[in-house]
C-alpha cells in the first residue's frame, strides 16, 4: 500500500492507462503547460508530450464533442471538465451524443470516454460553481457514472473506467484532491463499476454516502458509535449502475437507512435510493428513509450560509437517530 | 488549391471624425482571398474522371433521387413514421464529394438529411430502406430511423439530429485520424441553419488550432426550415466564416456535380496535409424541410428556378452534349435504379421488427449491464 | 367553456398576456413567419408584428440568454423551444443564468420570463428527440417547471407563467397540440402554480401522472373501474413547486400509490414523489409506492420498440393491481 | 466612427493547381478595415474631457488598484475566501469606458474579474469591501462573492462566473433597451478567454442580426488562466472576430485611458444609433489568475514590461507633464483613496453576516415559496 493523495490516485491511474495504452490521450483546460488547475495532471505533459496531454481553449461544449468523436474513431479519450459545473454548456454532447449514438447506430459505434472533473461542493464559490451532478447525468441510460470518496476507490475505478467501452462520467472533488489514503500498488489494479463499499458493518441504521457524503456518514456512525449504536456505512462508488442489492441486503438487516446526498434534493440520487429501498424492501423497513442533503436553495458565498447550505454529519446523526426513533 | 490569403497591415489613415477633434484612430486594412468553383466551370477531364466514373455517378445521383421518391410515397402508405427529411436537389454535393474521398479511408458525417451521402458513399439501398421502415436489417437496425443512418464500415459516422451537434465531434474524428496517422481526413457536412450554434464556432477553431485533417462543407440550400439565411445570418456569406480561424473558405456550385468534386479534390488535398478548411456549397432542397412542411415562405417561381438547373438533369445534358453515353444507355440506367429501389421497399417490408428485447441492447457494449427495471 | 386545441389553448394565453403587457414578447425558432413549427404561434406576427414576435437563428443558447437579458432588463420573454431535447445546448443559460442570477446578485435581478416547448416522447424520432426533462430541471432551486396535460390547464398556467416574476420552465407536448378540450372563458383565466388538480377521486388507489402520463393514469383508472375500483387520479400540473399536500392526502386515504412518468426512470420525478410520500405517509402505505416509467434506455425508432419503450396504460393497471395486490 | 469596410468582388484570376488540369477556381476577395486607438495619439481634450474628468479617472483607477492590493491582503487574512480575481493592470479599461457612457442610462455587464468595474460605475468600497467578506450589507448581500458583484441602481448586471455564458445575456439587456426605446447601450465585457465559447458567436450573430446597441469589449489581458491568446485562438487578432457578423471591429490600446475613452466613445455613438460592435483591448493582468496561481507560464521579464507601461503611472506622468496637476495633490488623491479603502475594510468587519434564515431568500421573487425541506 502507497499513501497517496486522491489527485495522485487519479494521476496514477491515468498515468498507468497511458503507458499501457497508446490510444490514451488526456484533454482539457490547463491540463498540460500548466500541470492541471488543481493539479491533478502534473507532470503528465512532460511525460507523454504535447501529442497526448492536451490543453484546450475554453470551449467545453467543443472539446467534449472533439472527444466524442475521437472515441468514435477508435481512441480512449480522457476529456477533464475543470470542474463540473462547466459541463453544462457540453451537457448536449454527453446526455445526447454520447449516451445515445451507440443506440441510434445499433451498436456499431461506441464510446470509450472517460468525462472527469471535480464536482459537488468546492467552498465559498457562490451558486454557479457548487453545482452538485450525479442524478443529472446518471438519469441518461448509456452513461455510467461513478463518484469517488477516496484515493483507493479513485485510482482502481478509475482505471475500470479508461479501460471501459462505454462513456463514463467520473466524478471527484476540489475539497479530497489533497486528501491522503492507502491506495493498492497490485499491479493492474482495477474495481469493477457497479459494487458499492460497505466501509463499516453495523445493525442498528444503514447510511449510504457517496464522494464527500460518504464522510458525512462515517463521521455520524462514530457519534452513533458513541451513543452505543453500530451503523452500516455504505459507500455506493457507481451511481449508475448502482449496486442495488448491496443497499438493499444491509437494509434488510437495519430495518432503516439514511441518504447522505451533496445534492440539492429534489429528483436526487437520494431520492432514487429511497425510491428503490421502500420498492425492494418494503416489508423490512422500520421506518421511511430520510435523506440528509444540501439546502432546497442554490448555493451562498457567505461562509455561515454555505456552511449551513451543506450536510453536516450532525444532521445525519440526527437523521439517523429520527430513523432509530430515538 | 488556395489558401485565404490574410494580410494585416496597420496603415495610419483618417478614418474617425465624432466631432470632438481632428485626431483619430488609425485603420488596420486585411484582405482575404477565397476560391470559387462557379458552375460550368469544370469538365470531368479536369477532375481526373473516367467514363466509367461518369457512369457510376450519374446512377448514384438518379438513385438518391429515386430512393427518396419512393420514401415520399412509403411515408405516405405510413410505413415509414417520425420525421422523413429529403436531400432531394442535392445530390451533386453527396456524390461530388465522394469522388474526392478514399472511401473506406476517409470519414464522412452529417445532419439528419443523411440518405443521399449514405447511399453516396455505398450503403445498400436494402439497408437504407429497411433502417427507414424501421426493421431488423436497417442499416441502424431501426434504432435510429431517418436522421441516424450509420454505417460502421464505409465509414459513415451518421447521421445525427440536434442541429450543430455533430460538428465538434467531426473534429474529434479527424483528430483520431491525425493521432493515428492513417492518412485519413474527415468530411463534416451542415446546414446553413447549424453555422449559427456555437458548436460551430467553438469547432473551427480548435480544428484550425490543432491543424486537424477536416472539411467542414457547408450545403447552404438557403433555408433552415422556413428560414432563409440572410434572416439568420447577419452576413450571409457563410464561405466568410473560416476567417476567423485562419482557415481557408472557398465556395462552390452545389448545382453542378463537377464544381463539388474539383473544390472537394482541392480540399481534400489540403486536409491531407494537415490543414482543416470551410466550403460552402449553394445548392436548393426541392421538397419542404420534411414530410409535414408545406414550404409557404418560398414562391413556385422560385423553386422552379431552381429545378431548371436540376445537377441531375445537367450531368445527363453533359453526358449527352459530350456523345459520352446514348440516351438509351442513360435510360437503361433509370430502369435499373428504379427496380433497384423497388427491390429495397420489398427487402425491407420482408425485414423482420425488431425482437422486443431487443430494445435493451447497443445501449452499453457492456452486455451484462443491470438496467433499472422499475 | 369553448372547445380549443392545446396548441390554441397556449395561443390564447400566449396572446391575451401580449395584449395586456406590452413588455411580453415572443421569441423563438420559426414562431413568426412560419407560424410556429407545431402552429402554436400561428397568426401571432400578423397580429403583434416583427417587434414583438420574433424569430431566430438556430442558436439555443445564444436567444435563451437573450431572453434572460431582456429579463434582467425589464421585459417579460416568452421564449419558445421548438422542443425541450433542443434545449440541452441551452442547459447552463437555465440552470446557471435564470435559476441562480437572482439569488447571486441579493435578489436584485429577477427573471419574469417562461422557457416553453414540447417535451417529452413525440413518436418515431429516436433517441434524442425523446427526452423527458421535468426532472432535470426541476432540481434546480430557481425556476419553477409546469407541465402540462390539458387546454384548461395549459391556458390557465401559462397566463400565471407569464406574470409570474420568476423564471418557468413550461412543458408541453407535440402529441396532444391537437387534443381538444373544454376551456373556461373567463376574462382573466389564471391557475395558481402548485396546485395539484384531482382528476378523479377514489379511494381504491392513487394514480398520479402529469402530462401525457395524465391520460394514461386515466385510461388505468378506467380499466380499474371495470374490475370495480374507484382509483384516485390526481395531475400534479406543477412540478416545482410541487403539491405535496394533496398526494399526501390521498394516499392517506387509499394507502398505495402509482406514479405514472414518461421519463426514464432513474432520479424522476416518479422517484421524488416516491420518496416525499414514503417519508410523509409512511404508516399509511399498505403497499410500497409503485411507478411505472419508460424503459432505462434510450428511446428507439422502431414502432414496436417505441410502443414497448413508453409507459401504457395496461402498464398502469397492472401496477395498480400489484399495490393492491390483487 | 469607422465602420468595418467590407467590400465582395468575384474576380477571375488563376488560383488553383493541383496537377490535375490548368483549370483553376476564381478568387473572391474581400477587403475589412479595422480602427486602432494606439496608445499615446489621445490627449484628454481630444476626448472633451475636462480636468476635474482627469481628476476623478485618477482618483477612480487608483481606488480600483489600492481596493484590491487590500483585498489581497484580507485574502491572506482569510477575510475574504473563494476565488479572488485582481484587477490590477486593467483599470484603464473600466475607468476610461465609465467616461464614454451615460451612466444611470448605459448597463454594463462583465465576468467574474468585475471590481474594477463595479468602482469605475460609482458602486462604494463600503458595499464591495463587505460583498466580499459575505456580509449582509454587501452589494449581493453576501450571497455573491468576488466574482458576483452586482447593483441594480448602476445597471451594473454583474459578476458572472462562468465563462462566456454572460455575453448572450448582454444581447438581451440590448434588446430590452432598443425594445423600450430608453436610449441605453449595453456593454459586454469578456476575457480573451471567453471568445472561444460558442455563446460569443451565437451572441454576436443575434446582436447583428437584430441591430442591438451593444457592445462586445475584449479585455485581452493575454492569458486565460494559464493558456496565451495564441495557445487558444486559431487567430490572435480577435479584433477580427466581428467579421463573420458584419460587425465593425477595432482595436484600443487598454494601457492608456485615454485610447480607450476615445475607442468606447466611438463605439458607444454606434450602438445608440444601433450598430453593435466589437472592440478589444490589450491589456494585461499583473497579478496572478486568482490568488492560487503562481504565474508560472509568463517570464518576469514580460510581466515587467507590462507594469512599465502601468495605466496608473502613465496618466500620473501625463498629469504632471502637462502640468495639470501638481505632484502633491496626486499624492492626497492617494491617501485618501487608501483610507477610503481602509475605512471600508473596516466597514465590512462590522457588517453582520447575514442571517442563516436568508439562506432562503432571495432565490424567488414570490415570498412564499414552498421549498422542499427534506
Ligand atoms: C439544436 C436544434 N435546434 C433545433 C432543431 C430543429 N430543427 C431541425 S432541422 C432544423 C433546420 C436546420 O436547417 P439547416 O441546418 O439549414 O439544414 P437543412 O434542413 O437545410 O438541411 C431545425 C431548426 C434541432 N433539430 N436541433
Ligand atoms: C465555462 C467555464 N469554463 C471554465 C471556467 C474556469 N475558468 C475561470 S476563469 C478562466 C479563464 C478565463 O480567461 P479570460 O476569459 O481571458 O479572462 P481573464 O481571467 O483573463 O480575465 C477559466 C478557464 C469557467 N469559469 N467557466
Ligand atoms: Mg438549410
Ligand atoms: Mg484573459
Given at each position: 500500500m502507497a499513501t497517496l493523495q486522491l489527485r495522485e490516485a487519479i494521476r496514477d491511474a491515468m498515468v498507468e492507462e497511458m503507458d499501457r495504452d497508446s490510444n490514451v490521450f488526456l484533454m482539457g483546460e490547463e491540463v498540460a503547460d500548466y500541470n492541471g488547475a488543481y493539479k491533478v495532471s502534473e507532470g503528465m505533459l512532460e511525460r507523454f508530450g504535447e501529442r497526448r496531454v492536451i490543453d484546450t481553449p475554453i470551449s467545453e461544449n467543443g472539446f467534449a464533442g472533439l472527444g466524442l468523436g475521437a472515441a468514435m474513431n477508435g481512441l480512449r479519450p480522457i476529456i477533464e471538465f475543470m470542474t463540473w459545473n462547466f459541463a453544462f454548456v457540453a451537457m448536449d454532447q454527453i446526455v445526447n451524443n454520447a449516451a445515445k449514438i451507440r443506440y441510434m447506430s445499433g451498436g456499431q459505434f461506441s464510446f470509450p470516454i472517460v468525462f472527469r472533473g471535480p464536482n459537488g461542493a468546492a467552498g465559498?464559490?457562490?451558486?454557479?460553481?457548487?453545482t452538485t451532478v450525479e442524478a443529472l447525468y446518471s438519469c441518461f441510460p448509456g452513461l455510467k457514472v461513478i463518484s469517488v470518496s477516496n484515493p483507493d476507490d479513485a485510482k482502481g475505478l478509475l482505471k475500470s473506467a479508461i479501460r471501459d467501452n462505454d462513456p463514463v462520467v467520473f466524478l471527484e472533488s476540489e475539497f479530497m484532491y489533497g486528501m491522503r489514503g492507502e491506495v493498492s500498488e497490485a499491479e493492474d489494479y482495477l474495481i469493477s463499476m457497479g459494487q458499492a463499499r460497505i466501509a463499516q458493518e453495523g445493525d442498528a441504521v444503514t447510511i449510504i454516502g457517496h464522494n464527500k457524503s460518504y464522510w458525512r456518514a462515517l463521521e455520524a456512525a462514530a457519534m452513533l458509535a458513541d451513543d452505543g449504536y453500530q451503523a452500516e456505512v455504505i459507500d455506493p462508488r457507481t451511481i449508475r449502475p448502482f449496486d442495488w442489492e448491496a443497499v438493499i441486503r444491509s437494509v434488510k438487516k437495519t430495518n432503516r437507512c439514511v441518504v447522505v446526498d451533496e445534492?440539492?434534493?429534489?429528483?436526487?440520487v437520494a431520492a432514487e435510493v429511497a425510491f428503490q429501498i421502500q420498492h425492494r424492501a418494503f416489508d423490512w423497513l422500520d421506518a421511511p428513509v430520510r435523506r440528509v442533503t444540501a439546502k432546497d436553495t442554490p448555493a451562498p458565498y457567505a461562509r455561515n450560509l454555505m456552511d449551513h447550505y451543506l450536510p453536516g454529519a450532525e444532521d445525519v446523526y440526527r437523521a439517523c437517530r429520527e430513523v432509530m426513533y430515538l | 488549391m488556395a489558401p485565404m490569403i490574410d494580410t494585416l497591415d496597420a496603415v495610419t489613415q483618417?478614418?474617425?471624425?465624432?466631432?470632438?477633434?481632428?485626431?483619430s484612430a488609425d485603420s488596420i486594412k486585411v484582405s482575404l482571398s477565397f476560391s470559387h468553383y462557379p458552375?460550368?466551370?469544370?469538365?470531368h477531364v479536369d477532375l481526373g474522371l473516367s467514363v466509367a466514373d461518369l457512369e457510376e455517378m450519374y446512377r448514384n445521383m438518379l438513385l438518391q433521387r429515386r430512393f427518396e421518391e419512393r420514401s415520399a410515397q412509403m411515408y405516405g402508405k405510413q410505413k415509414i413514421a417520425g420525421f422523413l427529411h429529403l436531400y432531394i436537389g442535392q445530390e451533386a454535393i453527396s456524390t461530388g464529394s465522394a469522388y474526392a474521398l478514399e472511401l473506406g479511408v476517409d470519414s464522412v458525417i452529417t445532419a439528419y438529411r443523411d440518405h443521399g451521402l449514405a447511399l453516396a458513399l455505398g450503403m445498400s439501398s436494402n439497408e437504407c430502406m429497411a433502417e427507414l421502415f424501421g426493421r431488423q436489417d436497417g442499416c441502424s437496425k431501426g434504432k435510429g430511423g431517418s436522421m441516424h443512418f450509420f454505417s460502421r464500415e464505409k465509414r459513415f459516422f451518421g447521421g445525427h439530429g440536434i442541429v450543430g451537434a455533430h460538428i465538434p465531434v467531426a473534429a474529434g474524428i479527424a483528430f483520431a485520424h491525425k493521432y493515428k496517422g492513417d492518412g485519413g481526413v474527415c468530411v463534416c457536412y451542415l446546414g446553413d441553419g447549424a453555422v449559427w450554434q456555437g458548436a460551430f464556432h467553438e469547432a473551427l477553431n480548435l480544428a484550425s488550432l490543432y491543424e486537424l485533417p477536416v472539411i467542414f462543407v457547408?450545403?447552404?440550400?438557403?433555408?433552415a426550415m422556413g428560414t432563409s439565411v440572410d434572416r439568420s445570418a447577419a452576413d450571409p456569406n457563410l464561405f466568410k466564416q473560416g476567417a476567423s480561424y485562419a482557415m481557408p473558405g472557398a465556395l462552390a456550385d452545389g448545382m453542378d456535380v463537377f464544381s463539388v468534386c474539383r473544390a472537394m479534390q482541392d480540399h481534400v488535398a489540403m486536409a491531407r496535409e494537415g490543414h482543416p478548411s470551410l466550403l460552402e456549397i449553394r445548392t436548393y432542397r426541392?421538397?419542404?424541410?420534411?414530410?409535414?412542411?408545406?414550404?409557404?415562405?418560398?414562391t413556385k417561381a422560385e423553386l422552379d428556378s431552381h429545378k431548371n438547373e436540376d445537377p441531375i438533369l445537367r450531368l445527363k445534358s453533359y453526358l449527352l452534349e459530350q456523345e459520352l453515353f446514348a440516351i438509351e444507355t442513360l435510360d437503361v440506367i433509370d430502369e435499373e435504379v428504379k427496380t433497384e429501389v423497388l427491390e429495397s421497399v420489398e427487402f425491407a417490408d420482408n425485414s423482420p421488427l425488431p425482437p422486443l428485447e431487443a430494445i435493451y441492447d447497443d445501449v452499453y457494449t457492456q452486455q451484462d449491464f443491470p438496467f433499472l427495471l422499475i
Open positions: 465559498q464559490l457562490a451558486a454557479t460553481h457548487n445534492s440539492n434534493p429534489f429528483a436526487s | 483618417p478614418a474617425s471624425t465624432n466631432g470632438q477633434s481632428s485626431v458552375g460550368g466551370r469544370f469538365a457547408i450545403e447552404n440550400n438557403q433555408y426541392y421538397r419542404g424541410h420534411s414530410m409535414s412542411d408545406p414550404g409557404k415562405y418560398r
